[in-house]
């Protein structure tokens, strides 16, 4: 049997692409989870490891989707290898159980784990030299203005909380946590 593996980091990411992939690759079930590849304990995966048995295949889009570390992924496919399981990951091919095809993934492993590491690097990098600027704020922009929602608290005085919604573009619990803000 064909099991297909899906995963995204966060639950704002899609899964969509990688599904198609694995669906045009006629795997029979598809494992999918939105759980950052940081973690070893990845409920889904685990759960499709422990199904796995020999014969079957495992299919990845990616070999980052596959393995956090080169030392957890070789460790993985060394695992599935015993069993009798086959690896095929979709950008690479099918992983094969002999020296070279292990001496391939080995290196693909290490390039994965090398890339999103220099990934981390420099989105570090880039925050550090963002620090350094005067207006730096940390965290999400603000959508709306002091004034705009100093206009919004002075409309309350004589609207109601969804009027002003309706005037402003300003939600009630924006206006009511500036409000608290204000009082304080």
Do not use: W
């Not at 957890?72 to 159980?97: C, P, Q, W, Y």
């Not at 693909?108 to 207006?135: C, H, L, N, P, Y």
């Amino acid at each position: 049997m064909k099991f297909g593996y899906a995963r995204v980091s966060t639950v704002n990411q899609d899964l969509e692409t990688q599904l198609q992939a694995l669906e045009k690759e006629c795997c029979n079930e598809i494992y999918s989870e939105k759980f950052t590849g940081t973690k070893a304990d990845r409920p889904k995966f685990n759960e499709l490891l422990s199904k796995l048995k020999e014969g079957d295949t495992l299919v990845v889009t990616k070999l980052d989707r596959f393995a956090r570390s080169t030392v957890d992924a070789i460790s993985t496919v060394k695992e599935l290898f015993e069993r009798g399981v086959k690896v095929h990951i979709l950008n690479m091919g099918l992983v094969e159980n002999t020296p070279t095809g292990r001496l391939v993934f080995s290196v693909m492993s290490a390039f994965a784990e090398f890339e999103r590491d220099m990934i981390v690097e420099r989105t570090q990098e880039g925050k550090m030299i963002a620090k350094q600027r005067e207006d730096f704020r940390e965290g999400r922009p603000k959508k709306y203005s002091k004034k705009q929602l100093e206009h919004a608290l002075k409309l309350l005085e004589t609207n109601s909380y969804k009027q002003v919604e309706d005037l402003t573009g300003i939600s009630k619990s924006t206006l009511i946590r500036h409000k608290r803000k204000v009082a304080r």
